[in-house]
């Protein structure tokens, strides 16, 4: 079993940048693809961005440009680097992993959400 913590999130100003962290914790297990979510208020939960085993990246269109998620495979951790936030980016933010453990066994774990606010 695996656990997901993400932190960096809080309040920033509109046009400011923030830089989440997700680690992953547990025993015996292998990471092929992170992703960050996020769903704000109202919404449904959408993709922000994923990063595959390859390193290959994909971006929601509405942070393209934005927003860089990158990972740090020895420790097991994803980030994402937020700049020029919007009012928009407003949301609680989702840490995913997707991977197996030693028997095989395929595994999509969740954090708990971070919130990130942006101020206008």
């Known amino acids: 079993q695996v656990q997901l913590v993400e932190s960096g999130g809080g309040l920033v100003e509109d046009g400011g940048s923030l830089r989440l962290s997700c680690a992953v914790s547990?025993?015996?297990?292998?990471?092929?693809?992170m992703d960050w979510y996020r769903q704000g208020p109202g919404k449904q939960r959408e993709l922000v961005a994923i990063?595959?085993?390859?390193?290959?990246?994909r971006y929601a269109p509405s942070v393209k440009g934005r927003f860089s998620i990158s990972r740090d495979k020895a420790k097991n951790t994803v980030y994402l680097q937020m700049n020029s936030l919007k009012p928009e980016d407003t949301a609680m933010y989702y840490c995913?992993?997707?991977?197996?453990?030693?028997?095989?066994?395929?595994?999509?774990?969740w954090g708990r959400g971070i919130q990130v606010t942006v101020s206008s």
């Open positions: 995913n992993a997707r991977g197996s453990d030693d028997a095989g066994t395929v595994f999509s774990s």
């Open positions: 990063i595959i085993s390859t390193d290959s990246t």
């Open positions: 547990g025993s015996r297990f292998s990471i092929n693809d």
